[in-house]
């Protein structure tokens, strides 16, 4: 059985850095040909897709957020990690990892991936 679980700091300071962890457990990053995203949803509002990173390495941001993250993976670790420079009171939010068999740019229907993390609570403030 296949689990996603995030993991991070719950409270952020406005400017600061923030990064999350998904950790992939009951099978290998390294055996098939997958993609990891990231999913928010801030509260009172519709999920909102982050981005993804491929088997290869290779990356695929939001265009509203791609000036200020990251997504790199581990897969000796089989973990995959989301990092957001700079965050706002506006970056609080639910955020969910995910991993998916295909290349789903903007997607943010939990049905289309193959599996998906419970979420962390992430709170901007000073």
């Known amino acids: 059985q296949v689990q996603l679980q995030e993991s991070g700091p719950g409270l952020v300071k406005p400017w600061q850095t923030l990064s999350l962890t998904c950790t992939v457990s009951?099978?290998?990053?390294?055996?098939?040909?997958?993609?990891w995203g990231w999913i928010r949803q801030p509260p009172g509002k519709d999920l909102e897709w982050m981005g993804v990173?491929?088997?290869?390495?290779?990356?695929y941001y939001s265009p509203s957020l791609k000036s200020r993250m990251s997504i790199f993976r581990d897969l000796p670790k089989n973990q995959f990690t989301l990092q957001l420079l700079s965050v706002a009171p506006e970056d609080t939010a639910l955020y969910y990892c995910?991993?998916?068999?295909?290349?789903?740019?903007?997607?943010?229907?939990?049905?289309?991936?193959?599996?998906w993390g419970q979420g962390t609570q992430v709170i901007v403030s000073s």
């Open positions: 995910a991993e998916a068999k295909r290349l789903m740019l903007g997607a943010t229907e939990k049905t289309l991936y193959d599996y």
């Open positions: 009951g099978a290998s990053m390294s055996a098939g040909l997958y993609y």
């Open positions: 990173v491929s088997y290869s390495g290779s990356t």
